[in-house]
């Protein structure tokens, strides 16, 4: 079980109930004990009675006197005591009429026993010594065993009861002494790197549930102060860059223009200026995604047709892909709407462009895809280069992330789709890559919320006829 409520909730039913048992074992044991020692002083009883019954000078009496008067003792009591006296040295002396004839079973040793009589069933049995008679009397065990019965029936009721009993209880206390832990969980949920401010409530009952929200206030509390020297170091770093940067840009600018320079030197210049622009372009990144995991890039939501939008990107894309001598398709299926900032996702599908445009080989196909249904806008790019090992699809969106690539002359920051990442997220959306058709090259995949159009049922499925009149009549379908 992975809630530690059930398992405290089991914990506590199998104790309670388990410790009910061994109380009802051992009541078991303790009151069969006394109706045994119950049947034991009834015969004491009956046998004092019968000795008294004799008389002092049982010894000078005749066989038949003492049947005639130990008879008129125990016919009263023939359904509850079973009666042998015998003379070792001679014969039985009498046997009780409820035996009809049968001896009661003895056990060499024992004085106090039980034993089983053919149809008469257990008997509770002591012996007692009336020299020279041997008086052995015996008492029914049925009543005990109905008794014992009966207790063993309830004892079960019992348990079935606590069971369901100590599982309701142990699950209402298990709920109550987890409350802390929970609002400790929901607390720590909230607490991200927008809302680092928050604290888990402590109560005033210094416990270990108290202790463990303590350590982890004071742990936030050195998040907080770590992300914000963050913050502070990138954004400050990022604008403290931008004017020396561009101080040595404009002068090595200068240099170029006043002329002078070798052909050396001037190529030396034109490289620092490509570096220094690559520079700038790594510090704007690196500033954005540093507002981005802070929240403070506010989105302006507008609801709008995607169709439109890759109507209008189309264009763009097919003079960029055309640029680097390859093959583009762009297509667009479904009906709906879906909420976003056009320019935002239109640098993340610029962004996945340019990453297809640099691995794909001379004369390759680049596809773009976008599909709207099942209440989800999903865009995909997919090139036909050397695509990436199945461990390696989830580390490029981390920051810096590159791979050689051969015959190509990259120098990207490999900060691209960690900003494509933060953007989609931003949007409440996710980005993943998987690889391309058959194995080859690679597809980035992006996916935010939208709504589908009158064309779709409410259940989010569209029937035949609407996917048909989607890809041929409202999509959008272009090849390049």
Known sequence: MRSIGARLTLWYALAATATLAGLFVAGYQLLEGRLIHGLDLLNVSEFEQIKAHLGPDYKTLTAQVIDDRIRETTEYGSVLFYININNPKTQMVFYSTNLNGQEIPDVPGARVYDTSVPGIGELRVQEFLLPPFDVTIGTPMGQVRDVMRGYVEVCLALLAGMLIASVAIGFGLSRLMLRPVRLIRETANRIRSDNLSERIPVSRT????????????????????????????????????????????????????????????????????????????????????????ANAIAIDFKLQDPRVFLDGFAQDAQ????????????????????????????????????????????????????ILAHGVWRVSVEDEGPGLPADQLERIFERFVRFHRPNTDDKGSGLGLAICRSIVTLHHGRIFAEAGAHGHGLRVIFEIPAQEGAGHRQDGSASAADRHAAAHESGLVAHF
């Open 206 to 293: 210094r416990d270990e549930i108290s202790d463990l929200a303590l350590l982890l206030n004071q742990t936030f509390d050195r998040l907080e102060a770590a992300f914000d020297q963050t913050r502070r170091f990138a954004a400050e770093a990022s604008h403290e860059l931008k004017t020396p940067l561009a101080l040595v840009r404009l002068h090595a600018e200068k240099l170029l223009v006043d002329g002078g320079l070798s052909a050396t030197h001037e190529e030396a210049v034109q490289v620092q200026l490509e570096e220094l622009a690559r520079l700038d372009q790594i510090i704007d990144a690196m500033l954005f995604l540093s507002r981005a995991e």
């Open 319 to 370: 003079a960029l892909v055309e640029h680097h001598g390859l093959r583009f398709t762009v297509s667009h299926r479904g009906k709906g709407k879906a909420a976003f900032e056009e320019r935002w996702l239109r640098q993340v599908v610029l962004n996945l462009l340019s990453n297809a445009i640099n691995v794909s080989p001379r004369g390759g196909r680049i596809a773009l895809r976008s």
